[in-house]
Structures are given as structure tokens and as C-alpha cells.
């Protein structure tokens, strides 16, 4: 993981690095992404729901880099939706590159909050995110190259601090993408998961919680998050926590865990439990 915060070096602006899909792209850290990825080389694919402010992105990238940049209008909440963009996945074969960015969150308690509006999220945040990344990854594989980013959230690993939901999901999307860099590492495929704090964008309007009302030095904004995770993934880092100082406190973390692992399944109860 990562704890620099440089902005990356961009691997000439030129060579042309295929195509990257991404989601959630109309705004905040989507956004910023098309425009870091159109800078490095990549020609665009960007989906979200708002086909104006898809269509003003795609506009200026293309007058400001030369790259071709398409757009995409879907709802990634609705299966139907979901299932267009996995057919652009599965047959467009310059695509290189996948950010699974758009997702939704909530700050309310698990009491307070509409389970039809949890269940959104589910859908959202680990359903489509999980079918696209199928979609994108057996091309990939196929091809022996590519990388898939995974935007998820500190909340991963401290599911107390905002919406329960909002926290599982986020935990899905990292233990999904900590497997699958299990699975693909020796195929060629790169992936990362990033664990955003909070980040100055839209996403706390629709959470209901403004950013405005948060401590400002936890507050980061979406252009230092997205250089961060980029320069994470130029370092070959899996798991990006753009914030932390000391990349060593994730290494523990993750040997804490490693270390439960021998005694994780046995054929006995621990002695603890030991009916007397
Ligand atoms: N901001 C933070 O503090 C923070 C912290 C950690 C993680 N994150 C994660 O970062 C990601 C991006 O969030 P953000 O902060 O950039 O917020 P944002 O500015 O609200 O952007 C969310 C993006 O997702 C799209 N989106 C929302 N619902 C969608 C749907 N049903 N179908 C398709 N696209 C949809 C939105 O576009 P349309 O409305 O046009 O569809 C927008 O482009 C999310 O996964 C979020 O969980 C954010």
C-alpha cells in the first residue's frame, strides 16, 4: 500500500495504453480518473446516468488530450443496464483498463435507514461492480494483460464509522479484489482496490451528510486521492490507502491476518469452548 501522496510520473503522453471503461465517471473521483487516464495515454469509455455532464467531460478531454472518448448512459443499479455495459466489456478487445468507481453510501444508522435503499446499494456496490469485473476479467486473461481498480473505502476495515451497509459492501469490494489479485497475479492482470478517506465530493450530498460538517483535516480532495492511487499503482501496490502515513501499519495489519490463518480451520473447537 501506499502512503505518497506525489503526483505520478505520466508514462508519455502519447503512447497510446488502449482503452479504459470507467464507472462513475460523471463526477467527483470517476471524473478525475478520466481525466488522469485520458493524460496517460488511454482513450475513454465513461458511464454514469447523467448524459449531460457525461457529454461536457467527454467534450473537453478529447479538445485537451486528442483521445477518443465515448459515453455511456446506464443505470448501474438496474440489471439491464448492468448487462449492456458487461456486453461492451466482453466484446470491445481494445479495452485495457477497468475502474469499478461508481458506488453510493449512506451515513445513517443501520435503524434509520430504507432497506429498499440498502438493497440499492448492494446492487450498486458489490452486484454490478462483481458482474463488470467478470466481464472485463476473462477478456483480460485471454489477452494476458490489463488491470482492474477496484474503488472501495477505509470503511473496509473500520465498518463502524459510517452506514453498516455502506461498510459491508465496501469490505466486499476489498476482500473481492484481495482474492482476485490471488487468482489473477500470475495471469497478467493488475488489480488494486483503494481505500479513499473522505473525499471532497458529491457523495456526501447523496449520503446525507454534508462534507462541510466534517473535521477539514480528514477531508481530502478528489485530484490528490486519484494522483495518489495511481502513483500506489505505478508502485505495484494492491491495496492503496491514500492516506496513511506509514505504509508499515498496513503491513502489520495484513501479517495480523496471516497469522490467524494456520488455526483458521481445525477438526476440533478451540479448547475454549470445550463442552465441560
Ligand atoms: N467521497 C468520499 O468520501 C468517498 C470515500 C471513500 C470511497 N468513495 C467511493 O468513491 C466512489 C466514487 O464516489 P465519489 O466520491 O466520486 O462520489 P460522486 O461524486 O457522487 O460520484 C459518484 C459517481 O457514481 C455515479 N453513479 C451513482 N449512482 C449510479 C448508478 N445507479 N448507475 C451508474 N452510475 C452511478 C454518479 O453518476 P450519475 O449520478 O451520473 O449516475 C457519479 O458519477 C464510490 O464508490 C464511493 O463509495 C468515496
Not at 457529454?55 to 473537453?60: G, P, V, W, Y
Not at 476473462?138 to 489477452?143: C, P, T
Not at 495489519?253 to 494456520?262: D, H, M, N
Request: aromatic share 4%; no cysteine; proline share 4%.
Amino acid at each position: 500500500m501506499s502512503a505518497s501522496t506525489a503526483t505520478p510520473a505520466t508514462p508519455g503522453i502519447n503512447a497510446h495504453q488502449g482503452t479504459a471503461l470507467i464507472t462513475g465517471a460523471s463526477s467527483g473521483i470517476g471524473a478525475v480518473y478520466a481525466d488522469r487516464l485520458a493524460r496517460r495515454g488511454y482513450d475513454l469509455i465513461l458511464v454514469a446516468r447523467n448524459r449531460d455532464r457525461l457529454a461536457r467531460l467527454a467534450e473537453r478531454l478529447t479538445s485537451e488530450t486528442g483521445r477518443s472518448v465515448e459515453i455511456v448512459t446506464a443505470d448501474l443499479g438496474a440489471d439491464a443496464d448492468v448487462r449492456r455495459v458487461e456486453t461492451l466489456l466482453r466484446t470491445d478487445a481494445s479495452i485495457t483498463l477497468l475502474v469499478n468507481n461508481a458506488g453510493i453510501g449512506a451515513a445513517g444508522t443501520l435503524l434509520q435507514s430504507d432497506a429498499d435503499k440498502m438493497a440499492l446499494m448492494i446492487a450498486l456496490n458489490v452486484t454490478a461492480l462483481t458482474r463488470l469485473t467478470y466481464a472485463a476479467a476473462h477478456g483480460l486473461v485471454a489477452r494476458g494483460k490489463g488491470t482492474i481498480i477496484n474503488i472501495a473505502s477505509i470503511v473496509a476495515v473500520a465498518p463502524e464509522l459510517l452506514n453498516g451497509v455502506y461498510g459491508g459492501s465496501k469490505a466486499f469490494v476489498l476482500a473481492f479484489t484481495q482474492s482476485l489479485q490471488h487468482e489473477l497475479a500470475d495471469q497478467g492482470v493488475r488489480v488494486q482496490a483503494v481505500l479513499p478517506g473522505a473525499i471532497r465530493t458529491a457523495f456526501w450530498d447523496v449520503a446525507g451528510q454534508p462534507v462541510e460538517n466534517l473535521p477539514q483535516d480528514w477531508v481530502m480532495s478528489a485530484e490528490d486521492l486519484v494522483d495518489a492511487a495511481l502513483s500506489g499503482l505505478d508502485q505495484g501496490e494492491v491495496v492503496t490507502l491514500p492516506s496513511l502515513p506509514d505504509a508499515a501499519d498496513w503491513h502489520a495489519f495484513e501479517a495480523a491476518r496471516a497469522a490467524l490463518g494456520p488455526n483458521l480451520s481445525r477438526s476440533v473447537p478451540a479448547a475454549r469452548f470445550r463442552v465441560a
